[in-house]
Structure formats: structure tokens, C-alpha cells
Nanobody
């Protein structure tokens, strides 16, 4: 299993970022995929999920601002993040859901600050 996240960076409040995750080593198209995030000193939290057929679900804190999508042909899952807030600052990871693989990627850092 390999999960490679990218697209993070430093952005001002109200800005946007698009995260991408390239997955390999498992049957991507049949798995529900998810984005998780971990802020400093906090537990890793679930941000958004997308089923194999494209049904989505979001944490209340990001609903209406974030959009998860997937491309089963390319084995990628994306997270479009708009109207970013300082509290969105975290290391963002992708993995399967509900039972994540023990092996996680390196994550991509998102920092929202003026």
C-alpha cells in the first residue's frame, strides 16, 4: 500500500487549496476513501469520505467549504478546500475508510495564517 499526499501549503484565511492523493497497492476503485487531518497536539480526525460510487460525507466543521472527489481511473482522491480558516491548519492524510490501513502516507501540511 502506498498513499502519497500533495498540494498543501501556506494560505491566508479565506483562501483555497486543492489536495491530491495518489494511491497504489490495493483495489482503489472498490474502497471508500477518506481525508483525515491531525492538528498539533490533537488526535487525527476524519474530514471527508467518498464511496466507490461517489457518495460523499463531511465533518460538520468543513461542510459547505470542502469538496472531496475521486478519479478511479487514475487512483486519485482530491480535496478542494475553500474559505479556509486558521482552525483548518493541520497535516492532511488520505486513507481508506472506515478501517484505515496501518500504513499512512507522509501527509501534506496545510497552514492557514495571515
Amino acid at each position: 500500500v502506498q498513499l502519497v499526499e500533495s498540494g498543501g501549503g501556506l494560505v491566508q484565511p479565506g483562501g483555497s487549496l486543492r489536495l491530491s492523493c495518489a494511491a497504489s497497492g490495493f483495489f482503489f476503485s472498490i474502497n471508500t476513501m477518506a481525508w483525515y487531518r491531525q492538528a498539533p497536539g490533537k488526535e487525527r480526525d476524519l474530514v471527508a469520505t467518498i464511496t466507490s460510487l461517489g457518495s460523499t460525507n463531511y465533518a460538520d466543521s468543513v461542510k459547505g467549504r470542502f469538496t472531496i472527489s475521486r478519479d478511479n481511473a487514475k487512483n486519485t482522491v482530491n480535496l478542494q478546500m475553500n474559505s479556509l480558516k486558521p482552525e483548518d491548519t493541520a497535516l492532511y492524510y488520505c486513507n481508506v475508510y472506515p478501517k484505515a490501513f496501518n500504513r499512512w502516507g507522509q501527509g501534506t501540511q496545510v497552514t492557514v495564517s495571515s
